[in-house]
């Protein structure tokens, strides 16, 4: 991977992290178009994504703080400690399939471009669905609602498959506000993303650098998705918040059957 690849792919990846329209398909086609698409390039996509949540919390900073406060400045329970608990069962399912499911994930990605499409037309149908679906709204998220969430970011690591689209749509058609659902989707993704991008450091330390990405690509690749990854971030939540999300179903629609095509 030659430098500037890593920079578009960087600058993909940070645009498209914050929108319901799968920065890991796009990340997937934008690495066939540029030929360096390969199982081991999982490394590059564990880097930026590291990127982006890095942004995530540079830019939510104020309201990850005020939990982390809430959380450990009282030994009463308090809205904040239910708040991080929620989030802690949430990342139950991703936890269960990134240690018992790790390699079949990994075997997904890197291969053509159909997998893709199909899930970015299965994101489609669940935005379009949480767009026109009216169910009874709740005043704050559940804890079997955070579970419910998490079982949907789990399958969400397939590559097409919005990882916000998908918890934010769940969320709604489970009743949750779309402000809730913003705030939340964006933060349960967290610690797992962290949690995958420090045991690829260490990988990278035990073993080196794959022989088809360098370590000034990875630099170049980290460097450009946290910077478009806050600008992206401190504009595109308030889209995701009030936007319609059917726009973003028919972008999904567009791009899905496009990479379909292109598969064939």
């Given at each position: 991977?030659?430098?500037?690849?890593?920079?578009?792919?960087?600058l993909?990846?940070?645009?498209?992290?914050?929108?319901?329209?799968s920065?890991?398909?796009?990340?997937?086609?934008?690495?066939?178009?540029?030929g360096?698409?390969?199982?081991?390039?999982?490394t590059?996509?564990?880097?930026?994504?590291?990127?982006?949540?890095?942004?995530?919390?540079?830019?939510?900073?104020?309201?990850?703080?005020?939990?982390?406060?809430g959380?450990?400045?009282?030994?009463?329970?308090?809205?904040?400690?239910?708040?991080?608990a929620?989030?802690?069962v949430?990342?139950?399912?991703?936890f269960?399939?990134?240690v018992?499911?790790?390699?079949?994930?990994?075997?997904?990605f890197?291969?053509?471009?159909?997998?893709v499409?199909?899930?970015?037309?299965?994101?489609?149908?669940?935005?379009?669905?949480?767009?026109?679906?009216?169910?009874?709204q709740?005043?704050?998220?559940?804890?079997i609602?955070?579970?419910i969430?998490?079982?949907?970011?789990?399958v969400?690591?397939?590559p097409g498959?919005?990882?916000?689209?998908?918890?934010i749509?769940?969320?709604?058609?489970?009743?949750n506000?779309?402000?809730?659902?913003?705030?939340?989707?964006f933060?349960?993704v967290?610690?797992?993303?962290?949690g995958?991008?420090?045991?690829?450091?260490?990988?990278l330390?035990k073993?080196?650098?794959?022989?088809?990405?360098?370590?000034?690509?990875?630099?170049?690749?980290?460097?450009?998705?946290?910077?478009?990854?806050?600008?992206?971030?401190?504009?595109?939540?308030?889209?995701?918040?009030?936007?319609?999300?059917?726009?973003?179903?028919?972008?999904?629609?567009?791009?899905?059957?496009?990479a379909?095509?292109?598969?064939l």
């Amino acid at each position: 991977m030659e430098w500037y690849e890593a920079l578009l792919l960087g600058l993909v990846q940070g645009l498209t992290e914050f929108l319901p329209v799968s920065s890991s398909g796009h990340l997937e086609i934008g690495q066939v178009l540029f030929g360096t698409a390969g199982e081991k390039n999982l490394t590059f996509a564990i880097v930026v994504h590291a990127a982006t949540v890095l942004s995530t919390i540079v830019i939510l900073w104020k309201e990850i703080a005020l939990l982390f406060k809430g959380t450990f400045t009282t030994k009463s329970w308090n809205p904040e400690k239910t708040y991080i608990a929620k989030l802690c069962v949430s990342m139950i399912p991703v936890f269960v399939v990134g240690v018992f499911f790790k390699d079949a994930v990994e075997s997904f990605f890197g291969k053509d471009l159909l997998l893709v499409g199909i899930c970015l037309l299965v994101t489609a149908l669940l935005l379009a669905f949480a767009y026109f679906a009216k169910p009874r709204q709740k005043s704050e998220i559940s804890y079997i609602d955070a579970f419910i969430i998490g079982l949907s970011q789990a399958v969400a690591v397939l590559p097409g498959l919005s990882r916000s689209g998908t918890t934010i749509a769940t969320g709604l058609l489970l009743g949750n506000k779309k402000e809730n659902m913003a705030q939340f989707s964006f933060l349960m993704v967290l610690v797992p993303i962290l949690g995958e991008a420090f045991l690829e450091f260490i990988d990278l330390i035990k073993e080196g650098a794959p022989m088809d990405i360098s370590y000034m690509s990875l630099i170049i690749g980290f460097a450009a998705a946290f910077v478009s990854g806050c600008i992206a971030c401190r504009f595109m939540i308030n889209i995701v918040k009030k936007g319609k999300l059917i726009y973003f179903a028919l972008y999904c629609v567009i791009v899905g059957g496009i990479a379909i095509a292109y598969s064939l």
